[in-house]
């Protein structure tokens, strides 16, 4: 089978890619755009590092075939980062040293973002529920679930966040 | 404290910290350099063979196939990773040569266009095997008739002549016959795999100069740059190293296995050599923490003090030591604990096996032995009838106690730590353990109790 082109939006831009048949959205990022804050932990849909968010809901991008996400909108870790700055998640998780090795952030950062759009005030117990598909080696997930709550906060007291 | 201090007392944020909520942090695999191939490495699929025949007629048909490498490539292919610190003998091979001691062992290099030809490549090679007996348990390594797995008649690793790490202090055979209890316990862990989140990989980038810059995440930098100079048989100053981004070690990336292979590519074919392992050599083939098996004896007064500690331990090394070695002496001079034990003897051995090898992971054998020796100090405070509390102050090292490899214990917090331990988690301690500090037993003599 011959390659396609396969168009779809990227951090608020069109982008248009050559691929073959049953090419992943990782590789796309990683390779062809070099998009690697999106992370390649196992390939097998097994760690979560390489989460992004498909119209807002977070999927492995290893287990995507680009293809399936023609015309759709694919938000990554550079999309949600400010030209100044850091989002509210990022700050919490900075703030609360949420990580240790980092390579585990990405996921963790977009999974969270895609709770906190759905849900601005999660229990503790919904943020491990969110970030159950997402495997950290180093921190033992307390600082994250807290970075995450405070992040809820953050959102929540911000002029942003009150006008929701 | 001096006030002019910048940092002690106060919270500093990490210098990685931003790059890694935002994803700029460049780990080794972010990278990419133009015309860059993809090394996959075809692994022995058993435990123990003879290799009789490599065939890679097939392979080399592979459309994006550049080349194979084998042992002859290698131009020092024998080595061992703590030969810099003067450990021999060398006896891992970078690629097999003519045996494969276990599962996953490294046999050809295959360097390709695409990961996805290398892959396709690396399943091409045939290879012919005679499969020999293999032995996965350190007990039955040492038995007579057991599957050599070294290339020196047993499966010991020798230490100064001797086939275990040695320490001895006293003599606990009268000790034994003076204690009112003996206790004796065995003690197993599990091989435990580091599994950090990004695979263990590097990347070698030939330059203009003549010299090749090493993208790596290792944890031992110069560890690999000084090995892979040996093993490539080039000067230093040819290599560049650029590390200290780890995506997760644990210990699990300081065994030298990739780069030496990946600039050998890169010499070989003068282009750029990605290697990283797939999460199942990761979790397959990469060393994991050694599985020990731990016998300890002790004499004990009916007053709860111990006054002998003998010491069986085993480390299943697997197919070659790696830094077992030293994780072995380490755990010799840890096997008495941070008690003060009058009469102990250890005998610590590093077995081959034919399991994957085993190597650094955190506490590097002081783990597995804090782990045995607890619980044997809970078997103790049941046996003499007091508390696990009680039984750990009676036995507490204090400063100017000798411990068994003739170290003076210096700086000891061992009561203090338990009383604050014990505050922490609402125990109220008896006074007498209260009172207790690590201060001297008896001024003016050190070592040695009543």
């Known amino acids: 089978m011959g390659s396609t082109i396969v168009t779809f939006e990227l951090g608020g831009r069109e982008v248009e890619v050559l691929v073959k048949p049953m090419t992943t959205l990782q590789s796309v990022l990683r390779d062809q755009l070099g998009f690697t804050a999106t992370k390649e932990g196992c390939r097998q849909g097994g760690c979560g590092s390489c989460t992004v968010l498909v119209d807002g809901e977070p999927m492995p991008s290893c287990l995507l075939p680009v293809e399936d996400v023609a015309g759709r909108r694919v938000t990554t870790l550079e999309s949600i980062t400010p030209v100044d700055g850091l989002h509210p998640i990022q700050r919490a998780f900075l703030e609360g040293n949420a990580f240790q090795c980092g390579y585990c952030t990405p996921g963790m950062v977009m999974v969270s973002k895609a709770l906190l759009d759905r849900d601005p005030a999660p229990s503790d117990d919904d943020i491990a529920q969110a970030l159950a598909g997402n495997v950290c080696r180093c921190t033992g997930y307390r600082p994250i679930i807290r970075a995450v709550r405070a992040a809820a906060e953050a959102i929540a007291g911000s002029p942003e966040g009150k006008a929701r | ?450």
């Open chain 2, 1 to 450: 404290m001096s006030a002019d201090l910048n940092v002690v007392g106060q919270s500093v944020g990490r210098s990685d910290g931003i790059g890694h909520v935002t994803g700029r942090t460049r780990y080794y695999g972010d990278r990419t350099f133009p015309g860059m191939l993809h090394l996959k490495m075809v692994r022995s699929p058993v435990h123990h063979a003879r290799i009789t025949g490599i065939d890679l007629s097939e392979a080399e048909r592979v459309p994006g196939f550049v080349r194979a490498l084998t042992a002859a490539d290698v131009p020092h292919n024998l080595y061992t990773i703590l030969s810099l610190i003067g450990v021999e003998p060398e006896e891992e091979f970078v690629l097999a040569e003519d045996r494969v001691r276990f599962k996953g062992e490294a046999i050809v290099a295959i360097v390709a266009e695409s990961e996805a030809a290398a892959l396709e490549a690396v399943s091409k090679v045939r290879l012919e095997l005679e499969e020999l007996p293999a032995v996965f348990d350190v007990e039955e390594a040492l038995k007579p008739g057991a599957p050599i797995v070294t290339s020196w008649g047993n499966n010991t690793f020798m230490f100064e002549g001797h086939p275990c790490r040695r320490v001895r202090l006293g003599d606990v055979e009268r000790a034994f016959e003076q204690a009112d209890y003996i206790v004796e316990g065995v003690y197993n862990t599990s091989p435990i795999e580091h599994a950090p989140l990004e695979t263990t990989g590097c990347i070698a980038v030939p330059e203009a100069n003549g010299r090749f810059t090493v993208y790596t995440n290792t944890q031992a930098l110069y560890f690999s740059l000084d090995n892979t100079a040996i093993i490539l048989q080039v000067p230093g100053s040819r290599l560049h190293f650029v590390g200290g981004t780890v995506g997760g070690g644990f210990g699990g990336k300081v065994d030298v296995i990739v780069e030496p292979v990946a600039t050998l590519a890169a010499m070989k074919t003068g282009r750029p050599v990605r290697y990283s392992y797939s999460r199942s050599e990761e979790m397959q083939v990469s060393s994991t923490r050694s599985a020990w098996r731990i016998f300890l004896r002790d004499g004990v007064l009916r007053d709860g003090r111990i006054i002998a500690r003998k010491v069986t331990s085993y480390a299943d090394s697997g197919a070659y030591s790696r830094q077992t070695p030293y994780a072995l002496t380490k755990h010799a001079a840890n096997a008495a604990g941070p008690y003060a034990i009058p009469n102990v003897s250890i005998d610590a051995y590093c077995v081959y096996t034919n399991r994957q090898p085993t190597s650094a992971m955190r506490g590097f054998g002081v783990t597995m032995a804090s782990f045995a020796i607890e619980v044997q100090m809970d078997k103790i405070a049941e046996r003499v009838g007091v508390d696990p509390w009680t039984i750990r102050f009676i036995n507490a090292y204090h400063d100017g106690d000798m411990k068994p490899h003739r170290k003076l214990v210096e700086d000891a917090t061992l009561i203090e730590t338990m009383q604050a331990a014990a505050a922490l988690v609402g125990h109220d301690l008896p006074d007498d353990l209260k009172a207790m500090t690590s201060a001297p037993r008896d001024a003016g003599r050190a070592g040695g109790r009543d």
